[in-house]
């Protein structure tokens, strides 16, 4: 694949068993990983077509040990590489050969739950599923709700600003941090917000959230958590082609609806989705929109009525509404399959531009075109109310010929989406695989400020410093 490391720093590998003694020093033998093998399984995240072995591998228990480990790494001028579940789709978790990484995964507590301020406070290493598990038997929920919810941690989607299927209605992860605490890169600890709704001052959490790892290292986090809805209802629309279901989108966004999730999918979406999960897609429509509603079966029924009138306005050839909890959980089981289970089939790589819905037809059509002109298959699956797009461009990834096809339609539809109107990350993340495509959305004077608001925070370079900007042209602080 094309996309470029830089050269690992000769120094630092000289200086790999002195490090890892410099390590063990700060932490027990179990929190320390150092053997080729073990550090095997840290190479990559779910971007798996790049692979690189990290020098060591630290897995400290308390902000203190991280705070300990990147003291001695900003001494001893060692990179730095944050990792939680390693579920980042655009390679933000992936080592160098000259990096450490430090992984979250022993910071797994739940610290305090406040349920009459409706608040939580969870270490990093929390998984965004158990967050809601812990408060739903009092009726309480986390609404950011990724794909990958039942591994991927707080920490990771506070680093990508992650969303999720029901990110329509109630927004992504910078709409539920109240307050975080976190080490930046020479070891001094920080503690931004609280349990208020606003904080006085500079928005140091709006800069925080969604920085890729690259300004300091998240160890807690006090979220906010919400009431459950009454009920909630999912309804499949089947449509003869995904413009008509594109066209659909728009005209329901356009009349002031907001259901509570609107998810696309078409024709090889729906049949790898439905081969795994045997959720009940129709199989003989060329595109699937997935629209749920909450609230009482009154509202429920009344913003209902109106999506289908719409949906029959663009044609729409299948209405099947769940009909029960299990039908729900079908329906949804497929939808948070989907990266999974096209896995099962074949390599492939996800995009995650975004664009104004109402250029969904337009961007849908011509990412067909693109991947057709590669001679490679595209199965789409998306949160279309808010027009985040994840084309799944199949490739087989030990073939270097179609790896670089991949890549370059990859490219191709990014290009496309902010040439749309839109922009190259709705939550993924740059990470590497769109760090090359920054100067297409942002100019020089754009990407030069938020490089030296970055190079405040860690001079050296020496957080995730592969990642989001471009290699050449870097500023210093």
């Not at 995964?105 to 406070?121: Q, Y």
């Not at 967050?131 to 990958?148: K, L, M, N, Q, R």
């Amino acid at each position: 694949m094309s996309i470029l490391f830089p050269i690992p720093d000769q120094d630092i590998l000289e200086r790999r068993d002195e490090i890892v003694a410099g390590l063990g020093a700060l932490l027990p033998p179990e929190c320390l990983v150092t053997t080729l093998d073990e550090r095997r399984a840290f190479e990559t995240d779910a971007l798996t077509a790049y692979r690189h072995i990290p020098l060591a591998v630290a897995l400290p228990r308390s902000t203190e040990e991280v705070a300990a480990v990147l003291r001695y790494c900003h001494e001893h001028n060692v990179f730095v590489v944050a990792r939680g579940a390693g579920t980042s789709l655009s390679g933000g978790a992936i080592p160098q050969e000259d990096a450490i990484v430090l992984g979250l995964s022993k910071l797994n507590k739940i610290l305090d739950i406040n349920f009459p301020g409706r608040t939580m406070r969870v270490q990093s290493g929390v998984t965004n599923l158990s967050i809601t598990e812990a408060v739903s038997a009092e009726g309480y929920f986390y609404a950011p709700d990724p794909s990958s919810q039942l591994a991927c941690t707080i920490g990771g989607n506070i680093a990508m600003n992650s969303g999720g299927a029901h990110c329509l209605k109630y927004g992504v992860t910078t709409n539920y941090i109240l307050g975080l605490r976190l080490v930046l890169m020479d070891c001094t600890v920080v503690e931004l917000g609280g349990e208020a709704l606003d904080s006085p001052g500079l928005d140091l959490l709006g800069l925080m959230i969604g920085s890729e790892g690259q300004l300091g290292i998240v160890t807690e986090a006090t979220v906010r958590i919400l009431r459950a809805a009454e009920a909630a209802r999912p309804v499949l629309f089947g449509f003869e082609t995904s413009e008509a279901a594109g066209a659909c989108v728009a005209a329901i966004v356009g009349a002031g609806i907001i259901p509570v999730a609107m998810e696309f999918m078409d024709k090889e979406a729906i049949a790898i989705c439905e081969a795994f999960a045997k959720a009940g897609y129709p199989l003989d429509v060329g595109a699937m929109l997935i629209i749920e509603v909450e609230g009482s079966v009154a509202e429920m029924d009344v913003q209902l009525k109106r999506i289908v009138d719409i949906a029959h306005q663009h044609g729409v050839q299948v209405v099947k509404e769940s009909r029960s909890a299990l039908e729900t959980a079908l329906i949804w089981k497929g939808r948070k399959s989907a990266f999974g289970a096209t896995g099962r089939i074949a390599d492939y790589i996800c995009m995650d531009g975004t664009v104004p819905t109402g250029q969904l037809s337009y961007v849908l059509k011509r990412t067909a075109e693109i991947c057709a002109g590669y001679g490679l298959r595209v199965a789409n699956v998306f949160h279309a109310g808010d027009g985040n797009m994840h084309p799944l461009i199949l490739y087989n990834v030990n073939d270097p010929a179609e790896c670089e096809k991949a890549e370059q339609a990859g490219m191709d539809i990014l290009r496309l989406c902010v040439e749309a109107g839109g922009c190259l990350t709705g939550e993924h993340g740059v990470g590497i695989e769109k760090r090359d495509l920054m100067h297409h959305q942002f100019t020089p004077d754009d990407l030069n400020q938020q490089m030296r608001v970055r190079a405040v925070f860690d001079p050296q370079w020496l957080l995730n410093p592969a990642k989001v900007f471009p290699l050449e042209g870097r500023v210093a602080a």
